[in-house]
Every structure is written in structure tokens, then in C-alpha cells.
């Protein structure tokens, strides 16, 4: 009983690094615009095929490349590109509405998210693609626990990205300009801030971060079609809320306990159909009790 | 009234009076394809559509089809029914009404099978669906017959494949409970099983849409099963094997005819090798009649038929049996004549039926070997 435990902690472990990957861009975004990004659940689909484009193509070269070199390419390429994907979507979607009633923001964050799902249908098909093996197959016998490689990678770089990211917001000039426009976005500009440079520079994070999710979810579950981005999204979404969205290290603790639900309710209930369930129901009480998450501050309404 | 209202008046009433009421007495025995040509399924309707036309222009070419001391020739009616419900039974009504067909091959898609099947059992009109394995399409109907085993009976068969040759005294079954199909093979499997002297150790469920089977596996390995069942669709069945084997689960896993899918080899890569799974017929399959029917088709139409290009042969070359057998083109006798075939060696195995329109015949295991979908063995009910 207790290696079953330990065996569903390591799983739920594995999946809540990706939800919390995802989770920052969101809880990013709306920490510096106060907008929910709709689209980021998308962009992260799209990240998983440009990550199997890069690893296809890597494999295909005649050099007979590692497969860790093959893994690094894919990974720095898939975060580039997406990275230049959320730049894209806030300067044509977003920045031209940023003065507009904040409901047509997320109306057109909606939008994109549709866009690029079917964008992606007309042009891949709705077949659902595989991704290769890019890690060894093998499995460790730890304790009675079985670890993969794709496992141990996948909780090692969240992990990475995480303190790199926390580093980067509390430590650094960028992070100082991003908490100050999240603080107070009038005053800001007027202190020499180029607002509309560091908003792209955190869409670009947030993408890329959602990209390194989008590698690491595509060799834990190697079958990507274009909807796969709407139940994580949602998911991610509420990992955000969960933890107090506008929060970095609230998002990192959401996207966990968003991935022992979902480990887990079927581990307690009969089926995983009640996954959905649980985890809506934990957000409603949740808001209902601490309505601004569990490491969010109250926010008060400037006059 | 000038001139050219009266010719136009005439000739209407002229194409009415002769050209309304078809002729009864036809000089050629008339089936109608209610086929899914456009749609969703384009290749399910081009199989039936070539596998049909096969059989028909091999008939013709005898000289027709022998009924009583005469030979007929056959003549097919080939309608798209655009895999919709209400086109499909639109389609029926028009082949019976219009074209005065003896009987209808078709729908294959048991959506479709099943509002044309109404149509049919009303008009007292033979109808033979290749393809739709749903217990519904026949239920109750006396003219409405298939080709293919029903879902039940894939459970009953890969349960006795399970105890017999895999000599499996515990299994463990993971399927999608929001499925009809999924759901009721997995409880038939779990009912036979059992009743065979096995015991299910795991029967655990998930939900369509579902990535991550990982909890329900780790259930599944603690319970150490000889055998795992997966009785659901090839884009699920690749990440459940996948993430069953990365979780150190060594056991034999099988599945159902929804794993009958080029595109499950596309995905499931490595992983599948040595599964096996239930379906309706193999291509590399021995007997001569398939060997017969595949380098015909292939000659033909340059591809290796599918199963529902098999089935779709095996039903129209059933109805002409009965035909046959009936020696009259009386729909009543013919449907008598099908109903109680006892004896036939069909493209997809033998079959025979028992007064019912659901024929027992045997189904094919088939074992993923090198990449490929190969013929291991065929069970009997």
C-alpha cells in the first residue's frame, strides 16, 4: 500500500511539474495585465508539435546526433519559437485592445485559442501525431518504486525553470520592472519603464516556459492532436487560480496539487470521472473560503 | 393556352404515366448499396462500394445468377448515404420505392445501420449490414441481418483466448466507462472470465480524453494480472500500453476490433509488439476464399481490401446464396432462405444463422508481430 502511494506521489509529481509550467504563464500574465490569457493552453499545443517538428527533423539529419543533443535542440527551438508566438499574439491581438473594456480581452483571448487549435486542425489534419522516443525506455527500480528517464528529466527541469524563474522576478532589473508594473502600471512609465517591452518580454516567458511543459508532456504522452491543449489549459488555469493567480510561487504549488487530483481521484474514487469534478469543486470551495487563492494578497480597488 | 404549354403539359403527363410506376416484374435482380461515400468515413464507403462491384461483375460474367432453372444478372444500385442518420434511412426509402431493389447492403457505420434498418423491417425488405457490430441494428427485426459478430461476442472470445491460449488465471481490465462500446465489452470479458474459472483482479475505468492512465496502472501492476485487457479505441490503446510497460508491467495485454487501425501501428511504435486483439479478418489470413478474394481485389483496385471490404463481399455473396437456395425472387422466401443458412465459408471465416439476423461465425485474433497486424489464430463461439 504504501509503495502504491509512493508510486502515485512520484506520478503525481511528474504531471503537477508540467501543470505548474504551464500555470506560471497564465498567473504571469495576469500578474503584470491583470488578463487572463485564454490562448495559453494553446500556445502550449502548439509548442508540443513545434517540439515534434524540431525532433523529427533532428532525427532525420544523416548525422546520427545523441539523443541528448537531439532532446536539447527540440527543447531551445520549440522555446524560441513559442516565445515569439506569445510576443506575436499580445502585439497583434492584445496590446491593440489593452485600453478597451477588459471582457473584449478575454473575448479575444478566447479567439486566438480557437484560432490556433483550428489553424493547427487545417493544417496537420485531426489525426493524432506520435512523438519519438527521444529518452531511453529503460525503468529504475527505486525503493520498489518505478522511475523513468522521462520522469526524473521532466521534475528536474521544472524544478530548474522554477528557481531560475523566481531568481529572475525577485533578483533582477527585468523582475523588478514586471513587479513594479504589476504594482502600479500608470506610474510605472513615468520612472523610464519601457511597459510595453517588459509585457513582451513576459509573454515570451511565459510561452517559453509553457514550451519546456509542451516538450516534457509530448514524451510522457506521446499521442499530440490539436484539441490537447484545452483540458490542460484549463486545467493549468485553475492550478493558476488555486494558488493565487498573480503569483509565481502560488502557480508552482496549484500546478502540484492540480497533478495529485488527478492522480489520485482515481485512487480513492472508483473512476476517473470524477476527476473533473473534484478539481472544480476544490476551486469553488476554495474561492469561497480564500477567494484569492492560497498564497494570493488581497487586492484592493484603487479609487 | 399557346402551343408550348400544351407540348410541355403532354410530355409531363406522358412521363408520368409511363416512367411513375416502375415495372414490377424486372428482368434482373436489383440490390441496393446504402453506402457512406462521403463523410466522415470516406474509405468505409469506397471499400463497400469496390468489394461489392467485385463480386457483381464476377457474377455477370458467368452469365448471371442462377435462380431456379434461370440465370439472372445482378444489377447494383449504389447510393451515398454521407454517413448521416436521416440520409441514410432517405437513402433506403429511395432504394426501395424508386429502384424496387429485392435488398440493400448497407449502412456500414451502426449509426447509420440502425435508422435505415427501420425503414427496411417496415417495408418488408431484406437488409444486410457488413459492418455494424451494435446489438441494436438486428434486435427485434426480421429482415434485418449482418455479416460481423455483435460487441458481446468479442468479449466472450478474447476471454476464452485469454484461459486458453495464454493459459491467463487473473486478468486485469482498463476501459473508458463513457463508452457504450468499450464499457460492454469490458463487462461481457469480465462476466466470461470469471464464469471460465479466472479471476479479474483490476477492473478499472477512465474517461474519454484521458492522458494519463498512470493511477490506474499502478492499481493494475499491484494486483499482478496474467493478462491485461483494453478493450478501446487505437488513439487510446498506444499511451495505455506505453505507460503500462514504463511502469514495469511485463503481463500479456490484448484488445478489441477498435484496434484494428493502421494508425494504431503509427503510434504505438515499439511497445505493441507481441499484443493481440479480436477482430473481424486478417488480409494474410489461409483460407483459399480469402486468398482468392485479396489478389482479386488487389489485382482490381491496387490495395489490400480491409475488413469491411471482406465483410461487405461476404454479405452480398450471402444474399445471393439465399437467393439461390430460395429459388424465387420472393423477398419473404429469400428472407426465409438467409435466415436459416447453415453452412457458409465466407471470406471472413465460416458462418451460419439460426432463424435470427446475427450470424455465428468465428472471430480472428491477430498478433502485432514486426510492425504488422498478423493472423495468429480464429475462435470459435
Redesign the interface.
Known amino acids: 500500500m504504501l ?2 502511494l509512493g ?2 506521489f512520484l ?1 503525481a509529481l511528474q ?1 503537477g511539474s508540467v501543470y505548474a509550467l504551464i500555470a506560471l504563464g497564465y498567473t504571469m500574465v495576469y500578474g503584470i495585465l491583470t488578463m487572463i490569457n485564454f490562448a495559453h493552453g494553446d500556445i502550449f499545443m502548439v509548442s508540443a508539435y513545434l517540439s515534434l517538428a524540431a525532433a523529427l527533423f533532428l532525427v532525420g539529419l544523416p548525422l546520427q546526433l545523441p539523443m541528448i543533443l537531439v532532446f536539447t535542440g527540440a527543447l531551445l527551438f520549440s522555446m524560441l519559437l513559442t516565445a515569439l508566438l506569445g510576443v506575436l499574439v499580445e502585439r497583434l491581438a492584445y496590446r491593440p485592445l489593452r485600453q478597451a473594456p477588459r471582457l473584449s480581452a478575454v473575448i479575444t483571448a478566447l479567439g486566438v485559442g480557437l484560432f490556433l487549435e483550428h489553424f493547427t486542425l487545417a493544417i496537420l489534419g485531426p ?2 501525431r ?1 512523438f519519438p ?1 527521444l529518452l531511453p ?1 529503460t ?1 529504475w ?1 527505486v525503493a520498489g518504486l ?1 522511475l ?1 528517464p ?1 520522469q526524473l528529466l521532466t521534475i528536474l527541469l521544472a524544478a530548474v525553470i522554477m528557481i531560475l524563474l523566481d531568481v529572475l522576478v525577485r533578483r533582477t532589473l527585468l523582475g523588478m520592472a514586471m513587479r513594479a508594473i504589476a504594482y502600479n502600471r500608470p506610474i510605472v512609465p513615468l520612472m523610464g519603464v519601457p511597459v510595453d517591452r517588459v509585457i513582451s518580454l513576459t509573454f515570451a516567458l511565459g510561452s517559453a516556459i509553457a514550451a519546456a511543459g509542451g516538450l516534457m508532456y509530448g514524451l510522457a ?3 499530440l ?1 490539436p484539441y ?1 491543449g484545452v ?1 490542460i489549459g484549463w486545467w493549468a488555469f485553475i492550478a493558476a487560480v488555486v494558488g493565487g493567480i498573480g503569483n509565481i510561487r502560488g502557480a508552482m504549488l496549484g500546478g502540484f496539487i492540480l497533478g495529485a487530483v ?6 480513492f474514487l ?4 470524477y ?1 473533473d469534478f473534484v478539481a472544480f469543486s476544490l476551486l469553488l470551495l476554495l474561492l469561497v473560503f480564500k477567494p484569492t487563492g492560497l498564497l494570493g494578497r488581497p487586492m484592493f480597488e484603487r479609487v | 393556352m399557346n402551343w408550348p404549354t400544351w407540348i410541355v403539359l403532354t410530355v409531363l403527363t406522358c412521363s408520368l404515366a409511363f416512367g411513375g410506376c416502375a415495372p414490377k416484374e424486372t428482368n434482373d435482380i436489383r440490390i441496393g448499396v446504402n453506402a457512406e461515400i462521403t463523410g466522415s468515413k470516406p474509405t468505409v464507403g469506397d471499400s463497400c462500394k469496390n468489394a461489392a462491384q467485385l463480386l457483381v461483375t464476377q457474377v455477370n460474367a458467368d452469365g448471371g445468377l442462377k435462380v431456379g432453372d434461370k440465370k439472372w444478372p445482378v444489377t447494383l444500385f449504389i447510393e451515398d448515404n454521407e454517413d448521416k442518420p436521416e440520409s441514410a434511412a432517405a437513402v433506403a426509402k429511395k432504394l426501395i420505392s424508386q429502384n424496387n431493389v429485392l435488398a440493400i447492403l448497407g449502412p456500414n457505420a451502426s449509426g447509420n445501420a440502425i435508422p435505415a434498418a427501420r425503414i427496411c423491417e417496415d417495408a418488408k425488405v431484406i437488409m444486410i449490414t457488413p459492418w455494424s457490430t451494435n446489438p441494436k441494428t438486428t434486435e427485434n427485426m426480421k429482415y434485418v441481418f449482418r455479416a460481423c459478430f455483435v460487441d458481446d461476442f468479442q468479449g466472450q472470445v478474447m476471454a476464452k483466448f485469454a484461459r486458453d491460449n495464454l493459459k491467463a488465471n487473473t486478468a486485469a481490465v482498463l476501459y473508458d ?2 463508452s457504450e462500446y468499450n464499457k460492454g465489452i469490458a463487462e461481457i470479458f469480465k462476466k466470461e472470465f470469471e464464469a471460465m474459472g479466472g479471476k479479474v483482479v483490476a477492473f ?4 474519454k ?4 492512465f ?3 496502472l ?2 493494475i501492476k ?1 494486483a499482478n494480472p496474467d493478462v491485461l485487457f483494453l478493450p478501446n479505441y487505437y ?1 487510446e490503446v ?2 495505455q500500453v ?1 505507460q503500462a ?4 508491467l511485463t503481463c500479456a495485454i490484448i484488445g478489441s476490433d477498435s484496434w484494428g487501425s493502421d ?1 494504431l501501428l ?5 511497445d505493441l509488439e507481441g499484443c493481440f486483439f479480436s477482430t473481424h479478418y486478417a488480409p494474410d489470413i489461409a483460407t483459399p476464399e480469402a486468398q482468392k478474394f485479396i489478389k482479386e481485389y488487389e489485382a482490381k483496385y491496387g490495395k489490400k481490401p480491409d475488413d469491411v471490404a471482406a465483410l461487405t463481399y461476404d454479405s452480398l455473396n450471402l444474399l445471393l446464396t439465399a437467393i439461390s437456395k430460395a429459388g424465387s425472387l420472393d423477398r419473404q422466401k429469400v428472407r426465409d432462405a438467409l435466415a436459416n443458412i447453415t453452412e457458409f465459408e465466407g471470406v471472413t471465416g465460416k458462418m451460419k444463422f439460426k432463424g435470427t439476423g446475427d450470424p455465428i461465425k468465428s472471430a480472428v485474433i491477430i498478433q502485432i508481430k514486426d510492425g504488422k497486424f498478423t493472423y495468429f489464430d480464429s475462435v470459435a463461439p
Open positions: 509503495q502504491i508510486q502515485n506520478n504531471l489525426e493524432p506520435r522516443d525506455a525503468t527500480q518505478t523513468t522521462v504522452y506521446p499521442v492532436d490537447m483540458r488527478e492522480i489520485f481521484t482515481p485512487v472508483p473512476s476517473s470521472t476527476r | 466507462v463513457a478499472e475505468s477512465y474517461t480524453d484521458d492522458k494519463d498512470s493511477s490506474q499502478t492499481k499491484a488513439n498506444p499511451l506505453q510497460r514504463r511502469l514495469g494508425e503509427k503510434l504505438g511504435g515499439k
